[in-house]
């Protein structure tokens, strides 16, 4: 089993920074890969960045390029997600989800982080 604990979640004014961080712990030694999602009030849940744990590759929506950056430190086994220029818009619970293999579902999900952007 893994276990994932986000933090780092809060209220900020627009074109402020926050930074998330993931924790994973339990049997990680077969991560392939860590994401974010999110979810905003009355929307479905939408996929925000991912990062590869060996390589360190990574992916981003649209949405949030160039102001999101998403980054692990193996050693720790955490993944953080650095936001900056925040918008209203990306007001949401943030997820971190964990994929144990190559072509298989995110298995693992935490609990959730509230982040609200105030215009």
């Known amino acids: 089993q893994v276990q994932l604990v986000e933090s780092g979640g809060g209220l900020v004014q627009a074109g402020g920074s926050l930074r998330l961080s993931c924790a994973a712990s339990?049997?990680?030694?077969?991560?392939?890969?860590m994401a974010w999602f999110r979810q905003a009030p009355g929307k479905e849940r939408e996929f925000v960045a991912v990062i590869l744990w060996s390589a360190a590759g990574t992916s981003y929506t649209n949405s949030v390029k160039g102001r999101f950056t998403i980054s692990r430190d193996n050693a720790k086994n955490t993944v953080h997600l650095q936001m900056n220029s925040l918008k209203p818009e990306d007001t949401a619970v943030y997820y971190c989800a964990l994929q144990p293999g190559v072509g298989v579902p995110y298995k693992y999900w935490g609990q959730g982080t509230q982040v609200t952007v105030s215009s």
């Open positions: 339990g049997r990680t030694g077969s991560t392939y890969a």
